[in-house]
C-alpha cells in the first residue's frame, strides 16, 4: 500500500514539475496579494509591523483555495479518478497522498517565501521563525480541509466561487490561531500555545478529513 | 405489534401527512407568538437600565436559539439520509436550510439594531456576533452548493457531507473565535446582561422560543411539500394529487 501511496506522490510531482507554471503562479498570487497591502493601508512601519502576520496568512489562506481547485480536476478529467477509485488502495489514504503533494507544490513554497515577505513589513527578524512555523502547521491543515471541498465541488459549473464559499468559513479557526500565533510572540506572550493548537489541529484534520473527502469523491464521481 | 418506522419516510405517505403537521405547527406558532409578543411588549417589566430598547430580546434571543439548533437538526437529517440513504431524509435537511439561514439572519439583524442604543455601535467583533456571522456564511454554503448540484440525490449527499463536516467545525469556530476575541481584548462591551431576569420576561422569550420552533417546522414542512412534488413529478401519487384527487 505504501509503495501505490508513493506512486501518487511521485506522479503527482512529477506533473507539478512538468507544469511548473501552475506552481509559480500560486506563490506569485501570494507574493502580489501581501504587497498589496502596504499600498492599500499606507507605508507606516509600525501599522505594518502589527499587521503582518494577519495579512500574510490571509493571503495564504487565498493562496491555498486558488491551488485547491486543481486538486483533483485534472485526474477526473482524464479518468485517473475513477482508476483510483476503482483501485485495491483505500481512498481514503489515496486522498491523503494526493494532499501531501499538493501541500508540497502549493503550501511548502508559501511557507518558504513567507519571511521574505514579513520583512517586508519589518517584522522583527527574531519572530520570523514563529511565523514560518505557524505557516508550516497552518498550510496542511488548509489542505486537508479544501480537499473536502474540492471533491464536493468537482465538475461543477462556477466551482471556483463555490469553492471558496464553502471552505473559508471552516478556515476560520486556523486563520485565528495560525495568525494569533506570530500576533503572542511580537506581543511577548510567547506562541507556544498557538502552535501547540495547530499540531492539534493538524492531526484531527489528518485523520479524519482524507477520509470526509473520500466520502465526498464517491458522492462526486459515482 | 411491530411499528413500521418507515412508514413515513416515503414520500407518498409523507405528503398528506406533512400537510396537516405543517398546518397545526403554523397555528400553534401564530398563537405562541402572539402571546409571546404580547408578554414582551405588554406585560413584561421596563429594563432599569436599558429601557424600552431591550425589548427586542423577545425576538433576537429565540431567533439566535433556534439558528444553531436548527443547523443541528439539518445535519441530523443530512447524516440520516446519508446512513441509511432514504430520499426523504435529504428534502427535510434542504427544506431546513433556508429557515436556518432566516433565524441567523434575523439574529445579527436584531443584534445590531440592539447594539446600536445600548452599546452605540451597530457592530462589535464579539465572540457571539462573530461566530454567528460564520454560521450564516456556513448555511449560505449548503445552500449554495446544492443548488449548483443538478442531479437531487447528488446534491443531497454533497449537502449532507458539507453539513456533517459543518458540524464538527462549529465547536472549533467558537471556541477559536472567543478565544481571538479575549486575545484582542478589542471591544470594552460586553454580552452579559443583567444577573436576574424578572419571570414575565422569560416566559415571554420561553414562549417566542417555542413560537419560532414551531414556524420552522411549519416552514420546513411546505417546503419539503414543495420539494416532493417537484422531484417526484413523474410518480403516478404526484399526478393524483395534480389532478385534485390525491
Known sequence: MLAALRCVIHRDLLLAVRRSSDVLTVLLFFVIVVSLFPLGVGPDPALLRTIAPGVIWVAALLASMLALQRMFASDHADGTLEQMLLGATPLGMTVAAKVLAHWLISGLPLVLISPVLALQFDFPQELLGVLALSLALGTPILSLIGAIGAALTLGLRGAGALLSLLVLPLYVPVLIIGAGAAEAAASGMGGHAQLLLLGALLIFAGAFAPWAAAVALRISVE | ?246
Open chain 2, 1 to 246: 405489534m411491530s411499528i413500521n418506522w418507515f412508514k413515513y419516510s416515503s414520500p407518498q405517505t409523507f405528503f398528506p401527512l406533512a400537510g396537516k403537521l405543517a398546518l397545526g405547527f403554523g397555528v400553534l406558532a401564530l398563537l405562541a407568538c402572539g402571546v409571546g409578543l404580547y408578554l414582551g411588549f405588554f406585560v413584561a417589566p421596563t429594563d432599569a437600565q436599558q429601557g424600552e430598547a431591550y425589548r427586542i430580546i423577545f425576538i433576537h434571543v429565540p431567533a439566535a436559539w433556534m439558528s444553531m439548533f436548527l443547523y443541528l437538526v439539518m445535519a441530523f437529517w443530512a447524516g440520516l439520509g446519508l446512513a441509511f440513504n432514504t430520499r426523504l431524509s435529504g428534502m427535510m435537511a434542504s427544506a431546513i436550510a433556508p429557515t436556518g439561514a432566516l433565524f441567523t439572519f434575523l439574529a445579527l439583524w436584531t443584534g445590531s439594531l440592539w447594539g446600536k442604543p445600548t452599546w452605540g455601535t451597530w457592530w462589535v467583533w464579539d465572540a457571539r456576533l462573530t461566530s454567528e456571522l460564520i454560521l450564516l456564511f456556513l448555511y449560505f454554503g449548503f445552500m449554495a452548493l446544492q443548488a449548483a448540484i443538478d442531479d437531487p440525490r447528488r446534491a443531497d449527499k454533497a449537502g449532507a457531507v458539507l453539513a456533517l463536516v459543518g458540524v464538527v467545525n462549529i465547536p472549533i469556530i467558537y471556541f477559536s473565535v472567543k478565544w481571538w476575541n479575549t486575545l484582542h481584548q478589542g471591544a470594552s462591551v460586553s454580552l452579559t446582561k443583567a444577573p436576574t431576569m424578572a419571570a414575565t420576561m422569560l416566559t415571554g422569550m420561553a414562549v417566542m422560543a417555542f413560537g419560532f420552533w414551531f414556524y420552522s417546522i411549519a416552514a420546513a414542512l411546505m417546503r419539503a411539500r414543495c420539494i416532493m412534488l417537484e422531484r417526484e413529478r413523474a410518480s403516478e401519487w404526484v399526478a393524483d394529487y395534480a389532478r385534485g384527487s390525491g
